[in-house]
């Protein structure tokens, strides 16, 4: 095999972005991340440089593959990825060989936090027919599928009014952080993927990621009682000048009020005031929630399809 393999580096995110970008394009027609989303993923709290990833070049120091397995909280859940970048020679062989390593890596971390299995989740295009196809090959099976939603803001977004007893608070302050982490991870308790995450851990991620800005974390309180979240980003403002919903979630005792209907149509209203071209989320269609048919109701619609695979080892 024609290839070297080595780690990744802080510095190695430009050529890890131009390899990312050349396969987007080849499955979906165009890049899906950012340079500040790649320096972001690597310097990710709790991500190993020396022993969670694995770059591969030719014979010329050109960038073929990107591979790594990241876990995800104390949990058994470990997320994997192997990136070819297309028409290189010998691509098969290269991913076979960055495969083999990303599942044992997979395994390494899980018996580090001392569980006796491990579960894999895997995350592919739904047109890349190609690694749908070696993801069954590999033994994944499908567990959920992402849609991304948009909606496009031409104007001002009229705010809409707090219903009866709701003050909103944004994530400038402490307190207002960890009731919103408190609400975030009681909503989300019942998710696909969901791993519990403690505050300094959930805190320390976000903090350390260039999109985040804490002012676009709206806290819900229904008199006076910590009630929904919305946590918005500028994961998409770069490159399609969108604001992003990464988190929105109400608890459980307060569902049912319009309570989510609302922090989405305020979350647009951000946007729209903020200059954004429209909001963009991802929503789990098997959402334990009706989520999916609640943002199409709000005007959003679908722009791409993301499956998750699953392997437990």
Not at 126 to 138: F, N, P, V
Not at 215 to 229: F, I, N
Not at 271 to 278: E, K, Q
Request: hydrophobic fraction near 40%.
């Amino acid at each position: 095999m024609h290839h070297t393999l080595g780690r990744p580096r802080v510095d190695d995110a430009p050529a890890i972005h131009e390899l990312i970008a050349a396969y987007d394009t080849a499955v979906i027609g165009a890049p899906d991340v950012t340079l500040d989303d790649v320096a972001d993923e690597l310097a990710e709290p709790g991500f190993d440089l020396g022993q969670d990833g694995w770059l591969a070049r030719d014979a010329g120091g050109r960038l073929t593959a990107w591979a790594w397995a990241h876990r995800i909280g104390d949990g058994d859940l470990v997320n994997v990825q192997v990136i070819v970048r297309p028409g290189v020679e010998e691509a098969d062989e290269l991913a076979a060989e960055l495969w083999r390593l990303v599942i044992g890596r997979a395994r390494e971390l899980g018996a580090e936090r001392g569980h006796d299995h491990v579960t894999v989740d895997l995350d592919v295009y739904r047109s890349d027919e190609a690694k749908q196809t070696l993801a069954k090959e590999l033994g994944f099976e499908p567990g959920t599928s992402f849609h991304r939603m948009r909606v496009d803001h031409s104007g001002p977004v009229d705010a809409p009014a707090p219903p009866d007893g709701v003050t909103l608070h944004t994530g400038e302050s402490e307190q207002v952080r960890r009731e919103a982490h408190g609400v975030q991870q009681a909503g989300f308790a019942e998710h696909f993927g969901f791993v519990p995450v403690d505050y300094d851990s959930w805190y320390a991620r976000r903090q350390a990621q260039s999109v985040n800005d804490w002012s676009q974390l709206t806290l819900a309180r229904v008199d006076g009682r910590p009630a929904g979240v919305v946590i918005g980003n500028n994961q998409f403002l770069p490159d399609e000048e969108c604001g992003y919903v990464a988190i929105l979630a109400v608890l459980p005792g307060f569902r049912g009020r319009g309570l989510g209907r609302f922090l989405l149509r305020h979350a647009f209203a951000a946007d729209a005031a903020r200059g954004r071209r429209g909001t963009i989320l991802h929503v789990d269609s098997n959402n334990t929630t009706p989520a999916l048919g609640l943002y199409e109701s709000a005007g959003m619609h679908p722009v791409l399809v993301i499956d998750v695979w699953r392997r437990r080892l």
